[in-house]
């Protein structure tokens, strides 16, 4: 069930326990991003300002994907190429434990650790758990986890854990939409998305009236954030990955982070 979407390359819960505690560089190919005359441009100056934003922060690699959800178009940003995604791709292996569970083969109600499916997929995404995650991805199997990610159209091997900004917006896209699981399964893992343990990337330079649903991922030189932004009615998947040294450039990347959601939010809101 792929995603349809066109690139342009020119540019509450039903199990409850306390939380958990939280979690190759990509070769650089930043261009000048989306033409602003394309279809699906929501402002002819969003796309100027994310490029100007990525060319001054040139000593990092950052990746860029927005899609505009009432057409499916993909702009892309900066770095194309597959990033390590470090714990974004947790929601992809939600959707498919999710899917399995829709399809009869796993429940939510059966013992995986020292608790239930439901409660480690919870654990996972809204406290970014990896031991859950670990969990939960063998309880889903590598290869079959890969062949679900084939089948919404993209391309993951859980050993390398990699995706581009492009395809981990289509994954939050696909699940936004309900395109992957039923409505109660979405709205219970879109639930998980939000008041998180790591609330200071996308969701902290959103304006107010703004709803965020999120999966952030820390991980050695990476640090990413992989959102939903909607507001009465309108929606987009607004991914931002980056890649620095190490974690000693945190808070100048989450600066940059900041000004790419202030530019996004600000342009589409």
């Given amino acids: 069930m792929a995603l349809a979407a066109t690139i342009y390359t020119s540019g509450e819960a039903r199990s ?8 190759s560089a990509p070769a650089s190919d930043a261009g000048p991003g989306l033409n602003a005359q394309a279809a699906g441009t929501p402002n ?3 796309d100027t300002e994310i490029n100007a934003i990525i060319d001054a922060n040139g000593g990092y690699q950052i990746g860029v994907a927005l899609i505009d959800l009432s057409d499916g178009v993909v702009h892309e940003y900066g770095v194309r190429q ?17 899917h399995l569970v829709e399809t009869g083969a796993a429940s939510l109600d059966e013992p995986l650790g020292d608790w239930t499916a439901g409660f480690q997929l919870k654990e996972m995404i809204q406290d970014s758990d990896n031991e859950s995650w670990s969990l939960i991805m063998d309880a889903i199997g590598h290869d079959e986890l890969s062949g679900y ?10 050993e390398s854990n990699t995706l581009t900004p492009a395809e981990m917006a289509k994954v939050l896209a696909a699940l936004y939409s309900g395109e992957l699981l039923d409505a109660d399964d979405t709205a219970q893992l879109l639930s998980y998305m939000q008041d998180t343990n790591y609330e200071s990337l996308i969701p ?6 703004i709803t965020v649903f999120h999966k952030y991922g820390l991980l050695g030189g990476e ?14 998947a607004f991914v931002i990955y980056t890649k620095g040294e190490d974690t000693g450039d945190i808070p100048q990347r989450t600066g940059v982070i900041h000004r790419l959601t202030e530019a996004v939010a600000g342009a589409l809101f």
Avoid: E, M, N, Q
């Fill in 149 to 158: 990610a084939a089948s919404i159209g993209v391309g993951y091997d859980p």
């Fill in 44 to 46: 002819a100056g969003l």
């Fill in 82 to 98: 597959a990033f390590v995604a470090a714990s974004t791709a947790k929601v992809l292996a939600a959707a498919a434990y999710y």
């Fill in 223 to 236: 640090l990413h954030d992989a959102a939903v932004l909607a507001k009465d009615g309108t929606a987009y």
């Fill in 16 to 23: 409850a326990a306390p939380r958990a505690a939280a979690a």
């Fill in 204 to 209: 902290a330079a959103v304006p107010a009236g």
